[in-house]
């Protein structure tokens, strides 16, 4: 059985492709300019050596209604009297199935404006009423405090909360009530619409307007943020502690790490997060959702895209007349570029096939050493063009796991985790007021590219980790370095440093190749 799994976002596409109920390969990428289909679908085919004459099923993800299995069959596709047969599945659907895929037998879901709690006891839904009314103003709260136009996707809205709330720990919370404390399942609007009000009136300066000098009016607008997203993650957490066994966290509202360490602590138990909870992880969950579930259907690694070869690497950098050197020993390799990095800079890195998700597997990714005193600004000041408080991702070695809460720990994706003491100085760039950071562990079965550059940097800095940041493409509509020529514009149109395209290596400051190479390790 061949499944395609397809998600659709505003101005952007997700497919996957399941052989025999285990992910193959898994592509985004952003619509075209007419909104016409990018061939994300074609991309899996190709990535895992299939036609489309092999596909059994294919599975479009529609909307946000709330569903458990596939809600019809359209047929073959362009009304053919042969093909795959054609089914729809609601988004939540497709993260529950992609929960399950993980290995979570219960999961809270939460998507757009609607929530449930899937158990596995009967795969019976609990619908969220409260949850859905939240995730709805979420979007609104992010308009009225001037962080997103309006319309914006809740689950992106409750990270740019997230993000605002702790720019003044402690701000006083200015909103009770919206949610009953003896009656979790109702939302009460007009007490949001109360809080607002008053909002205003205490702030002295429009809420919309971040730049305003005046600090009163900052911590009130830090204040709204945090008290809706307590009363939120208040009603996520009591969903939590419903279901028989401990759930997974899935759907675009927990793609925030924040915002999930906040469900965690309300639900007062161990929650995972589901892979992929952004709009994207619906593909794969579309793909899983014909059939049984099989074990082993997700591996660790998401570089599951279209692959580059160091053919097509050197094709490139010949035609764009670059300066390059060539290393094919693979340890020196390794040695160059964490000197590169011990010495506070930027470094592109493509390796093998294409990352789908954020770069956990590290195979497009833009890695800097967070030891380093300038470190925050160079990733997030030039390289970002953010607030220097923005969050910054890292990556963990496999032999470095205790420099942390290893309890919050997920093989998935990112949670934000305490940094213990001892490590704080060797990982400062990732962290927060708190002492905490957005951290990503590779599980200790994990090879590849990435865990031997994580391990030898280890060994020679004892620096825990990396700064592991997608290698974003460059020009219009490009979103993801997915090609050679990608990863040169890429480094060239940013502040990246070097970049590292299979065993060649780039850099701006050319003459630095040139140096005496480091001794094999």
């Avoid at 020196?332 to 954020?358: C, I, P, T, Y």
Wanted: aromatic fraction near 4%; charge should be negative; charged fraction near 20%.
């Amino acid at each position: 059985m061949i499944v395609g799994g397809i998600a659709r976002a505003p101005g952007r596409e997700a497919a996957a492709l399941a052989v025999d109920g285990r992910i193959a390969a898994a592509v985004a990428r952003p619509a075209g300019p007419a909104g016409e289909s990018p061939g994300t679908l074609d991309a899996c085919l190709a990535a895992a050596g299939r036609s489309a004459g092999d596909l059994t099923h294919v599975v479009i993800v529609d909307g946000d209604a709330a569903g458990t299995g596939p809600t019809s069959d359209d047929g073959p596709p362009g009304g053919a009297a042969a093909g795959p047969a054609r089914h729809r599945v609601s988004r939540l659907a497709a993260h529950w199935r992609l929960a399950r895929a993980s290995g979570a037998v219960a999961a809270v879901v939460a998507d757009g404006t609607a929530a449930m709690l899937v158990d596995d006891g009967g795969a019976r839904i609990v619908e969220a009423p409260a949850a859905a009314v939240l995730l709805a103003l979420a979007g609104e709260l992010a308009s009225i405090l001037g962080l997103t136009p309006a319309g914006r996707p809740s689950g992106d809205a409750l990270g740019d909360l997230e993000q605002l709330a702790g720019t003044h720990a402690g701000a006083a919370a200015p909103l009770s009530g919206l949610v009953d404390d003896a009656d979790p399942a109702t939302a009460d609007r007009g007490a949001f619409d109360s809080a607002v009000a008053a909002a205003r009136d205490a702030a002295g300066a429009p809420l919309d307007d971040a730049s305003s000098p005046l600090v009163r009016a900052a911590r009130v607008r830090a204040g709204l943020a945090e008290a809706f997203l307590a009363a939120v993650a208040a009603v996520f957490g009591a969903l939590a502690s419903r279901a028989t066994t401990p759930p997974a966290l899935a759907g675009r509202a927990f793609a925030s790490p924040d915002f999930a360490a906040r469900v965690r602590a309300a639900a007062g138990r161990p929650l995972a997060v589901a892979p992929w909870p952004s709009a994207d992880g619906a593909a794969v969950g579309a793909a899983l959702a014909i059939g049984p579930s099989v074990e082993g259907a997700l591996s660790h690694g998401a570089a599951v895209g279209p692959p580059a070869t160091e053919q097509d690497a050197k094709a490139v950098l010949e035609n764009c007349r670059l300066d390059y050197l060539y290393e094919p020993r693979w340890p020196r390799l390794l040695d160059r570029v964490s000197q590169l990095l011990e010495r506070g800079k930027l470094v592109a890195w493509f390796q093998g096939a294409e990352e789908f998700g954020h770069p956990l597997s590290g195979s497009r990714s833009i890695l800097c050493d967070p030891s380093g005193r300038y470190a925050r600004d160079n990733v997030n000041v030039f390289l970002r063009g953010c607030a220097p408080s923005t969050p910054i991702p890292l990556v963990l070695a496999r032999g470095a796991l205790d420099c942390v809460d290893r309890g919050a720990l997920s093989p998935w994706g990112l949670v934000r985790t305490r940094v213990h003491e001892d490590y704080r100085d060797r990982l400062r760039a990732g962290l927060d007021a708190r002492g905490d950071a957005h951290v990503h562990a590779l599980p200790d079965e994990a090879d590849g590219p990435l865990a031997e550059l994580l391990d030898l940097h280890l060994r020679r800095t004892g620096v825990p980790g990396l700064v592991n940041l997608p290698l974003d493409g460059a020009g219009p509509g490009v979103t993801t370095a997915s090609t050679p020529r990608d990863a040169i514009r890429a480094t060239f149109g940013s502040s990246v440093d070097a970049l590292v395209l299979h065993r060649f290596l780039v850099m701006k400051d050319y003459w630095q190749m040139r140096v005496d190479a480091p001794p094999a390790r």
